[in-house]
């Protein structure tokens, strides 16, 4: 079964930072759009991130942005998410999956049922 699995997640105080990573069981990254999306208690998944692998392009939300950084290792065949700053806001878990690419990055990032192959989550928590 095609699937990421995602790892790096843990319990943080604000303004620390965290790394989580995704890596794909049964495919490769090479042709798609990676996606990291978040769901915190009594909310709707959200897009974090998206990085297309074949050309670097990405995309950010803008409760993220200059914080978090979406990077590729295409050697490992892992997507990385470099977390900043944590803030109590980001309290999620935390998911990553694929779609395929879109000129428009920005608009296929933030629609979630595009993407597939969805992992079981990685925990972050940032609290004080």
């Known amino acids: 079964q095609r699937q990421f699995v995602e790892s790096g997640g843990g319990l943080v105080q604000p303004g620390e930072s965290l790394r989580l990573s995704c890596a794909p069981s049964g495919f490769t990254l090479e042709i798609y759009t990676i996606g990291w999306f978040r769901q915190a208690p009594g909310k709707e998944r959200e897009a974090v991130s998206c990085?297309?692998?074949?050309?670097?392009?990405?995309y950010y939300a803008d409760s993220v942005k200059g914080r978090f950084t979406v990077s590729t290792d295409n050697t490992k065949n892992t997507v990385h998410l470099q977390m900043t700053d944590l803030k109590p806001d980001d309290t999620a878990i935390y998911y990553c999956?694929?779609?395929?690419?879109?000129?428009?990055?920005?608009?296929?990032?933030?629609?979630?049922?595009?993407?597939?192959?969805w992992g079981q989550g990685a925990q972050v928590t940032v609290s004080s």
């Open positions: 999956a694929a779609a395929l690419p879109d000129p428009l990055l920005s608009t296929l990032c933030v629609r979630s049922s595009y993407f597939g192959f």
């Open positions: 990085i297309t692998s074949s050309d670097g392009n990405t």
